[in-house]
């Protein structure tokens, strides 16, 4: 089950730091519509890494 919250925190991370990465880059580029996509995405990656730490500790956290 760890590997299981291993996945998710990874994936959780990446879709986090490719929203904040993507949404910055487009906002600056004067893209607005894309950006506010991008940046919507955060939360959900945030969401993820949320969970999975929670249900890693929850777990016994080795």
Same mark, same amino acid.
């Given at each position: 089950?760890?590997? $299981?919250?291993?996945?998710?925190?990874?994936?959780?991370? $990446? =879709?986090?730091?490719?929203? $904040?990465?993507?949404?910055?880059?487009?906002?600056?580029?004067?893209?607005?519509?894309?950006?506010?996509?991008?940046?919507?995405? $955060?939360?959900?990656?945030?969401?993820? =890494?949320?969970?999975?730490?929670?249900?890693?500790?929850?777990?016994?956290?080795?």
């Amino acid at each position: 089950m760890n590997r $299981v919250f291993k996945w998710t925190l990874v994936i959780g991370i $990446v =879709v986090t730091l490719s929203g $904040v990465i993507a949404g910055f880059t487009t906002m600056f580029m004067g893209l607005d519509n894309f950006a506010l996509y991008f940046i919507g995405v $955060v939360p959900i990656g945030f969401l993820f =890494v949320f969970a999975a730490l929670t249900g890693w500790i929850m777990a016994g956290g080795k």
